[in-house]
C-alpha cells in the first residue's frame, strides 16, 4: 500500500512540476509579444486607471503624513510644492518608492498608449515622482 501511494505521490509532483515548467515555457514565449503590442483599448485604459486609483486611495488612507504631503504640495506655488514634494520622499523613502510604484503603471500606460490619464494640471507632479 505505501509503495503505490508513494507513486501516486510522485507522479502527482510529476504532473506538478511539468505544468509548472510548462506555464513557464509559455511565459517566456509570450513576454516578447506582450512586450512588443500593448493592450491600448479603452477597456483596459479603464481597468489599469481605476486601479491605479483604488491603490492610491487605499494607500493615502493608511499613510496619512503623505496624504498631506500631497494636499498641501497640491496648494502650493509649483516651485514650492516640488520642493515639498522632493523633501517628503528624501525623509520618507520607503513611502516614496511604495507610492511611485503603484503610479507607475499610469505613466507605462500613458508612454506605451499614447493616452492621457494624468490631469495635465498634475503632471508635472507625476514625473517628479515617476520621472
Known sequence: MKIAEAAGTRRTLGICFGTIAAGLAAAVI???????????????IDATVATAQGQ???YLATHPA????????A??????????????AQSNPQEYQEFTGIIAPLGTLQKQCGVQVIPPQYQWAFDQFVG
Not at 30 to 44: E, R
Not at 78 to 86: E, G, I, Y
Open 75 to 88: 496648494m502650493q506655488p509649483r516651485a514650492q510644492a516640488s520642493a515639498t514634494l522632493q523633501a517628503y
Open 66 to 73: 503623505g496624504q498631506k504631503m500631497l494636499m498641501t504640495a
Open 56 to 58: 492610491i486611495q487605499g
Open 30 to 44: 509570450a513576454a516578447p509579444v506582450a512586450v512588443a503590442a500593448p493592450d491600448c483599448s479603452q477597456g483596459n
